[in-house]
């Protein structure tokens, strides 16, 4: 899949971009039977690192997140090798895209939503240039199940102090006066955006699941990042924080 000029130019100034229809109904439903699959496997309980919960209000809890998902998953390593994403990644980058992260987010009807943030935020110890992640929509997002929201434009610098690892605070937010795009999506569509670009989502209040499956790639000239990106991200988990110091500080 080639990205015309116009596209190329539309994510250097918005910092996202979103291209429907990607995978193919055949292809998303293979996804939707994968998280079936996965979330009525072994991989759900409380000390699996990868298996992230969060409090719901009426079901006390529910699983949040695989991360990461690839490694057990063939039907999600397969979208993540796609070039269907990694073309259009190659012309953004001018190198080869590699995986540097991947999980796939559930949102169930009632699940809440995520504050503003920047995804580099929480990988701050990696370079910024050309890490990009991709949202594959397997559900439908809209306003209703919590649809992703992006600030257009303002991926060109961090937004909260280097060393902090924490989502916006609303005076934050308001002194920056962001402006919110939702980009409403269907099955099979793909959205591209930077780990600069501000994003956040709301509580899905829908009666449906929000399923997105997010692999990140960061650049070729950085060597393979993948293993790197996960001790990272052990070392965070793994320093004895409590649920609650975990959700403060939205480990990635
Ligand atoms: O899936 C969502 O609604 C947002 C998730 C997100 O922003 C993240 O995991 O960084």
Redesign the pocket.
């Known amino acids: 899949m080639n990205l015309t000029t116009e596209q190329v130019e539309q994510w250097r100034a918005q910092g996202y971009l979103h291209l429907p229809a990607v995978f193919t109904a055949a292809e998303v439903a293979a996804m939707h039977a994968e998280c079936d699959r996965l979330l009525a496997s072994e991989l759900v309980h409380d000390d699996n690192l990868r298996t992230r919960f969060r409090g719901h209000p009426t079901l006390g809890k529910v699983v949040e997140?695989f991360d990461p998902v690839t490694d057990v998953s063939p039907v999600f390593a397969a979208v993540a090798q796609d070039p269907r994403i990694l073309d259009p990644l190659r012309r953004l980058y001018d190198d080869e895209p590699l995986l540097f992260k991947d999980?796939v987010?559930f949102?169930p009807p009632g699940a809440a939503?995520?504050a503003v943030?920047q995804?580099w935020t929480w990988w701050q110890v990696f370079p910024p240039q050309n890490l990009a992640s991709v949202m594959v929509a397997i559900d439908a997002a809209d306003a209703a199940n919590?649809v992703?929201e992006l600030a257009p434009g303002r991926h060109q610098r961090p937004l909260t102090p280097i060393g902090e690892l924490r989502s916006l605070t609303d005076a934050e937010v308001a002194a920056l006066g962001l402006e919110w795009v939702p980009v409403e999506t269907q099955p099979g569509d793909i959205l591209i955006f930077h780990c600069l670009a501000p994003?956040?989502?709301g509580v899905n209040t829908s009666t449906r699941s929000?399923r997105?499956f997010?692999p990140t790639y960061s650049a070729g000239c950085h060597g393979d990042l993948w293993a790197a990106h996960y001790e990272h991200y052990r070392w965070y988990v793994e320093r004895g924080l409590s649920e609650a110091e975990r959700e403060r500080l939205f480990l990635?």
Request: no cysteine; hydrophobic share 10%.
């Open positions: 997140k999980k987010i949102k939503g995520y943030h995804d919590g992703l994003h956040r989502s929000r997105q997010y990635k």
